[in-house]
Nanobody, 119 residues
Framework: QVQLQESGPGLVKPSQTLSLTCTVS??????????WSWIRQPSGKGLEWMGV???????YYRPSFKSRSSISRDTFKNRFYLQLNSVTPEDTAVYYC???????????WGQGTQVTVSS
């Protein structure tokens, strides 16, 4: 019963940095074979995987996000984070955190949080 909950600002100004938190319960973010991802969905569009931090702390990003995204974690708080720099209105979306077990092929999702980029 892994549970995830996103939190952060709902409104960010263009050119600023978006910082989101995913709080995890029911499982440790260091548990073997879990990947912890950020995924977003702009209005009317499909899900877009942004990046992941694996159970061993290694990170991987979709190439289009690599230059301005950073995923990190705090193992003591059992949280992981997304930082997205230089945001534009095109970054407006619902942002989800996700846990995927690479062996069991199971997924857990947060409820999502709406982020709007506007001045």
């Amino acid at each position: 019963q892994v549970q995830l909950q996103e939190s952060g600002p709902g409104l960010v100004k263009p050119s600023q940095t978006l910082s989101l938190t995913c709080t995890v319960s029911g499982g440790s973010i260091t548990t073997n074979y879990y990947g912890w991802s950020w995924i977003r969905q702009p209005s009317g569009k499909g899900l877009e995987w942004m990046g992941v931090i694996a159970y061993d702390g290694s990170t991987y990003y979709r190439p289009s996000f690599k230059s301005r995204s950073s995923i990190s974690r705090d193992t003591f708080k059992n949280r992981f984070y997304l930082q997205l720099n230089s945001v534009t209105p095109e970054d407006t979306a619902v942002y989800y955190c996700n846990a995927h077990h690479m062996v069991l092929n199971s997924d857990y999702w947060g409820q999502g949080t709406q982020v709007t980029v506007s001045s």
